[in-house]
């Protein structure tokens, strides 16, 4: 059973940074693409990034710039390391693993993260 453990949420202020971490396990991690979507309340769950299995990597255009994903296969790990934070990114972070790119992109994985909450105060 592929089970994903996400860590590294908290509160930061406008243009502050963190980086969250994505840990997998169940799977051979090396052979999965990874990705990051986000809730914020009220509103439908959003992309934000994916790493294909070689770590190429693709970005919404609200994150572009800002946000940076990484995987280090010997730590079954993904990261999303966030700068310049802002209030609008303010939501509930999901790791997800899939194994069609494209198919992860828009949301169908095989396995999610419980999520961890970011919180931007202005």
């Known amino acids: 059973q592929v089970r994903l453990v996400e860590s590294g949420g908290g509160s930061v202020q406008t243009g502050g940074s963190l980086r969250l971490s994505c840990v997998l396990s169940g799977y051979d991690f090396s052979d999965i693409c990874m990705a990051w979507f986000r809730q914020a309340p009220g509103k439908e769950r959003e992309y934000v990034s994916a790493?294909?299995?070689?770590?190429?990597?693709t970005y919404s255009r609200s994150v572009e710039g800002r946000f940076t994903i990484s995987r280090d296969n010997a730590k079954n790990t993904v990261y999303l390391q966030m700068s310049n934070l802002e209030p609008g990114d303010t939501a509930t972070y999901y790791c997800?693993?899939?194994?069609?790119?494209?198919?992860?992109?828009?949301?169908?994985?095989?396995?999610w993260g419980q999520g961890i909450q970011v919180t931007v105060s202005p």
């Open positions: 790493i294909d299995r070689q770590g190429a990597s």
């Open positions: 997800a693993a899939g194994h069609w790119f494209a198919d992860l992109v828009r949301g169908s994985a095989r396995a």
